[in-house]
Every structure is written in structure tokens, then in C-alpha cells.
């Protein structure tokens, strides 16, 4: 029987970045589930190998979510820097969970916090 979820993009994540995400959800399990599956499946690449195109932590992402036909300009950072009144979105949201890895131009259907799948395509990446 065929799935219904989307295929999902292959993404790269850095050494640092993986090992450091990888710690943050073995104090959260409850929380980083969707984040755990991202990393399990991505391609995990030495730090200097990752482009500055590729979405990474504390990078700046513009990206498109189709659901609402927005733009909108975010920061992913860890649980506790997160404010999004500041546009700092937490790794852990599923926005957050979602973006990690991928790279301009491409986009994944994503679920929400209330399980809608959203689309959400990348259209730049900056980092600090």
C-alpha cells in the first residue's frame, strides 16, 4: 500500500551540528522525536563540507510556507534561546525540525503542531 506522507529531501547536517542536536534529545526524548528522525536520515558531513547554503544551527532562513502563501525570515537556534517575537525559532518546533538540513531551493511537507502536513520551501540561507 502506497504512503501518504511525501517523499522527504535528502538533507546534510555538520559533525557539530548532529553531535550537539543528538545530546539535546537525549535530555528531551519527549520533545525531539521528529528532530531524532531528521537526524537519523541525514547525510552527517564534516563541518567544512556543509555549504553555507545548507540550513544550520544559528543560520538565518527565508523560506516560503505554502499552507499560508508567507514568507517569513527566521533564526534556528536551541530550545532556549528560542523567542519568536524575535523571529528564534527552537530546533526542537516542528518548523525548526523541518528546516534543518535542507538546502536553498529545496522544500518538504512538514507536519504542524496540530499533524497538518505544510509545505515549506527554502528560499535563502544565511549564516552569522
Known amino acids: 500500500m502506497p504512503s501518504k ?7 546534510q547536517v555538520s559533525e557539530t551540528d548532529a553531535d550537539r542536536l543528538f545530546l539535546l534529545i537525549d535530555r528531551a526524548p519527549a520533545d525531539g522525536s521528529r528532530l531524532r528522525e ?8 564534516p563541518d567544512h563540507l556543509v555549504p553555507a547554503t545548507v540550513v544550520a544551527m544559528n ?3 527565508d523560506f516560503l510556507d505554502e499552507a499560508h502563501g ?3 525570515t527566521v533564526q534556528l537556534v536551541y530550545p532556549g534561546q528560542a523567542d519568536i517575537a524575535a523571529n528564534k525559532v527552537s ?3 516542528p518548523v525548526g525540525a523541518g528546516l534543518l538540513g535542507l538546502k536553498a531551493g529545496q522544500s518538504i511537507s512538514w507536519p504542524d503542531r496540530d499533524g ?3 509545505a515549506l520551501r527554502v ?3 544565511s549564516r552569522g
Do not use: G, Q
Not at 531528521?38 to 558531513?45: D, H, I, K
Open 5 to 11: 506522507t511525501p517523499a522527504r529531501p535528502p538533507i
Open 38 to 45: 531528521e537526524l537519523e536520515r541525514a547525510r552527517v558531513r
Open 59 to 61: 543560520s538565518t532562513i
Open 70 to 72: 508567507e514568507t517569513r
Open 91 to 93: 530546533v526542537l518546533s
Open 116 to 118: 497538518r502536513l505544510r
Open 123 to 125: 528560499l535563502k540561507v
